[in-house]
């Protein structure tokens, strides 16, 4: 009796199992992995329809991720000792599926094409100044996928024109394509003036103290984001005597004293002039 009852709990625990098995097949089809659930409120498909997997580009700059900060799709950029980048674009297009245009034109071709209809038309009835806000989400897949931090055939093309880093490639990029879309001039020229102003206004000065000549460890930089580089003031310590001295670029005036509020800015780095000269060799 014991075994007939075992036998008949054991059949139907196997058959439990098997319809349940059955259940599961029927909802998880085998294909359903090259499927994604849409959850997007404004797409046309009805939850029952299968949705394609998007391309690539797609995954990289979506609705969802244009403006996120966290940024997991890097593409590696192409080395800085290449010479040849045309091979290396194709190869690099292959491998990560990413496009890299040629040009500024192109550039904004692939913007229409990647970015959502309702981003473009948040950036077409913004200002041209709301741009900045994409710098470090848009800006940096720009960058990184564009190869602007290598020598990418888009880098090349801003490199002959004098404009090497890839943070002013994108903003060029990103504020160009406002304009593109809102029929303004690009102003080309005047862009790439401002950029090139800056870096030189960014240098070091040159020269000494002009009271005994001694090298002038300038330590910091005041940039009041002038146009191009005008304004930009650079401050420093005679390595001889701890005075404070000021260049500001584009006055003329040469290397002069700090002012009392600029001396007090500089009060903060006197402790460290004894490493300075030791390092230097002047101690």
């Known amino acids: 009796m014991r075994t007939v009852f ?11 199992i098997t319809l349940a098995g059955c259940v599961i097949s029927k909802e998880k089809p085998t294909d359903s992995i090259l499927y994604e ?24 700059i979506d609705s969802d991720s244009i403006l996120s900060e966290e940024d997991d799709t890097i593409t590696s950029p192409i080395p800085r000792n290449q010479k040849e980048p045309t ?4 190869e690099e297009e292959k491998q990560t599926g990413i496009y890299i245009p040629k040009d500024l034109k192109d550039a904004h071709t692939q913007l229409l094409k990647i970015l959502p209809e309702r981003e473009i038309e948040k950036i077409r009835n913004g200002l041209e100044a709301d741009m900045k806000n994409y710098h470090s989400n848009l800006g940096r897949r720009i960058r990184n996928n564009w190869g602007l931090w290598g020598e990418s055939r888009l880098a090349q093309f801003f490199h002959k024109m004098g404009i090497t880093h890839a943070d002013d490639i994108s903003a060029i990029i990103l ?20 950029y090139r102003e800056y870096w030189k206004a960014m240098e070091k000065p040159k020269g000494g103290s002009p009271i005994d000549g001694a090298k002038i460890w300038w330590m910091k930089s005041i940039i009041p984001y002038p146009e191009g580089g005008e304004g930009i003031v650079h401050l420093g310590l005679s390595t001889s005597d701890g005075t404070g001295w ?8 040469g290397i002069e004293p700090a002012t009392p509020e600029e001396d007090k800015e500089l009060d903060m780095f006197r402790s460290s ?4 000269r030791k390092n230097l060799g002047l101690e």
Not at 87 to 90: C, G, I, M, S
Not at 273 to 276: A, C, G, K, M, Q
Request: proline content about 4%; aromatic content about 12%.
């Open 6 to 16: 075992g036998s008949f709990i054991l059949g139907f625990f196997i058959l439990t």
């Open 87 to 90: 091979k290396t674009d194709v």
């Open 175 to 194: 504020d160009t394509f406002w304009c593109h879309l809102n029929k303004k001039d690009f102003q080309l020229e005047k862009r790439i003036k401002y």
């Open 246 to 253: 000021r260049y500001e670029y584009g006055s003329g005036k």
């Open 37 to 60: 659930k849409d959850n997007t409120a404004s797409s046309p498909m009805k939850g029952s329809q299968k949705k394609p997997l998007k391309t690539k580009v797609e995954e990289r």
């Open 273 to 276: 002039l004894p490493l300075i």
